[in-house]
């Protein structure tokens, strides 16, 4: 018979498993998450700009980062057009492109990155070409590296990058999502396949707590964060139009 009690099983067990995975990741990941604070903290005070990448589902924490109420103004999207979320049709072509050598090295050469930036890399399995490269190229221009991604994909699966690396292996941080291979939290009897991901909900949080640890550093350092404000809030666009003047010359989803 079918439940009538209000409450979905599955769904209060998918909630549970986002818990847990969260919880591990606060107790496991605080050191990485405090020096990838550090790191951007070290590049805003410098005259540094932030850059975010992600492929595919991984692009939605990089993007959750940028132009964002209460997030740092100075985070810029590093796209690569075809494979920003699933705005390419046919979606699976995004799959395609992550795999292709030498995308990585084009746009970064294209984009205003330079020697003392920082850049995260978001990438679940770190396996494909294109965030393996992302990385290498952006530590061989002087950018520092801050890797999201699931360290159990280098135990259990095999680079698809010629060097038979993993993004985890050119980062200066890792930060570890601790999501398993397949990214799926729950099976259920008369369903074929696993499913229920939770990537996105840890990797934004995780995305969340390194701007938290880099607003306290900055403030350590008497800087005042660059935080926008949202534009729902009375004030909310005066406070954005100072911060966007001010930072200007790093700041560049404006252009």
């Not at 018979?1 to 498993?17: I, N, Q, V, W, Y």
């Not at 995305?207 to 306290?216: K, Y």
Request: net charge negative; proline share 4%; hydrophobic share 50%.
């Amino acid at each position: 018979m079918p439940d009538t009690s209000g409450e979905s099983k599955l769904a209060g067990r998918f909630f549970d498993a986002a818990i847990a995975l969260l919880q591990r990741v606060r107790d496991e990941e605080a050191p990485g998450i405090a020096a990838a604070g550090e790191a951007i903290a070290d590049t805003v005070a410098g005259g540094g700009r932030l850059f975010a990448f992600g492929a595919g589902h991984s692009s939605l924490a990089a993007q959750d980062v940028v132009y964002r109420a209460g997030g740092l103004a100075l985070v810029n999207l590093l796209a690569v057009p075809g494979v920003v979320g699933v705005d390419v049709m046919p979606a699976t072509l995004g799959s395609a492109l992550e795999r292709v050598d030498g995308l990585a090295g084009a746009v970064l050469d294209s984009s205003p990155a330079r020697a003392g930036d920082v850049l995260i890399v978001v990438s679940l399995s770190g396996r494909n070409a294109l965030p393996v490269e992302m990385a290498m190229n952006a530590r061989a221009l002087g950018l520092k590296v801050i890797g999201v991604t699931s360290v159990a994909y280098a135990r259990e699966t095999k680079s698809r990058h010629v060097s038979g690396t993993f993004l985890k292996d050119h980062c200066d941080v890792v930060l570890d999502s601790k999501i398993a291979v397949g990214d799926a939290e729950l099976t259920h009897e008369g369903v074929e396949a696993p499913f229920a991901p939770a990537s996105t909900v840890v990797t934004s949080a995780l995305m969340q707590a390194v701007m938290a640890a880099a607003a306290e550093a900055l403030v350590a350092r008497g800087i005042e964060p660059p935080l926008l404000r949202s534009g729902n809030v009375d004030g909310g666009h005066e406070w954005n139009g100072r911060v966007m003047s001010e930072y200007a010359d790093r700041i560049f989803f404006r252009h």
